[in-house]
């Protein structure tokens, strides 16, 4: 994976709807969560997979840093860990 983090946009779409969300990854989380995952747009896109099997994507923030995620679901950092 490559080193250092980013800002990466997403858009959800579910038929006609869509949101957008502004989401930062430090080089720590990729290192630390993200080692598993081929490429940072596939970690981001493991997040997100993990926050809409939970929530609706009205209710995800529309900007955040992925070291948020636990804060909000304690189990994130063990499942994306095992998803990558």
Known sequence: MPQGG???????????AETTHEVTVSAG????????????????RACFEFLLAREPKESILRSF???AISRYFPEFEREIRRGG
Not at 6 to 16: K, M, Q, S
Not at 29 to 43: I, K, R, T, V, W
């Open 6 to 16: 980013g800002r990466f946009r997403v858009r959800v779409r579910e038929g006609a």
């Open 29 to 44: 989380d990729l290192e630390q969560s993200g080692a598993g995952y081929p490429s940072p747009d596939a970690f981001v």
């Open 65 to 67: 840093d992925v070291s």
